[in-house]
């Protein structure tokens, strides 16, 4: 078994052996994990049973991100505003990962942030937008995200997400 | 018919209509929803209709409100990024640019530009989205479950 994974990492080597860092066994499996993902090879991750909250006020972002997080096997839910996701979080619902859009009525991503932070929320929390001036994403990023990507999301950017958040384990 | 739909699809990215994000949610697609894009296409179009009349109105009132405008087109822009719309999404940039320059000609001009645009990509997406139905399920981008 150990000569065989040796045998699939050396033959793979071969192919990456322009790349000039060196990676150790492990973090070569999770670069190829990535490089697989980067190529099209979509990770599911329903076994690992996460669960996310798409906040986000328009509805064709929702549509896109519920379907980006279905893809790769995470349940979600959505809801419409940073209100929204407050009360459902006081309802006692909770989840491993929040796409927060920034710009909402009632209540925006910024002042949902801090409120979850507030009451002790410890999901891990990604700010998604369309702004990306360096002051709005300070702002953003000092109300309590863990991460922060650019709109529009794809699988690729939701991939990243998951790795700097640690839910993207090797298989 | 199949290579049709591959020749309309292609023209849209060609002449700028649709850019790489079209891609992104064609590959989406799988068997549990085959339709996903038109799905979204047909949200965005009724999201951005909305959108269009709140701005009208807004700038048939005559006095500008150039913040409130800003932020329909902010909105508009988002959700025209999201599905790929590139030329609905360049004059989206424009007319904001316009709002902060508190330049109302120029709101106007680009507004008249954008609903020519979003009229056009309806247009050949309504076309695309009935030629590749009829087509069958080859020409769209499907994942297995």
Known sequence: ?????????????LLIRDCNEFLSFCHKHIFLEVFFAMAGEVPNLAESKLTALVVDDNFVNQS????????????????CNGQEAVD?????????????????????????????REMG???????????????EVKEFMEAGL???????????????????????VQA | MQRQVALIKQSLFDQGYLDEQFMELEELQ?????????????LYFKDSARLINNIEQALER????????????????????????SKVKTECTMFREYCRAGNAEGCLRTFKQLKKEHATLRKKLEQYFQLARQAGPKEIARRPK
């Open chain 1, 88 to 116: 459902v979080h006081c309802s006692g619902r909770n989840y491993d990962l929040i796409l927060m859009d920034m710009d909402m009525p009632i209540m925006n991503g910024i002042q949902a942030t801090k409120r979850l």
């Open chain 1, 121 to 135: 929320i410890e999901s891990k929390i990604a700010g998604v937008t369309t702004r990306a001036e360096e002051e």
């Open chain 1, 146 to 168: 863990n991460d922060f990507q650019e709109k529009p999301l794809t699988i690729s950017k939701l991939v990243s997400i998951l790795r700097n958040l640690d839910f993207y």
């Open chain 2, 30 to 42: 799988d068997d549990a929803n085959p339709n996903f894009v038109e799905e979204v296409a047909t």
């Open chain 1, 1 to 13: 078994m150990i000569l065989f994974l040796c045998y699939i990492t050396t033959g793979l080597l």
């Open chain 2, 62 to 85: 005559g006095s500008f409100d150039f913040n409130r405008l800003d932020n329909y087109m902010h909105q508009f822009k988002g959700s025209s990024t999201s599905i790929g719309a």
């Open chain 1, 64 to 79: 896109i991100h519920h379907k980006l997080l279905d893809r790769l096997g995470i349940k979600n839910d959505v809801v």
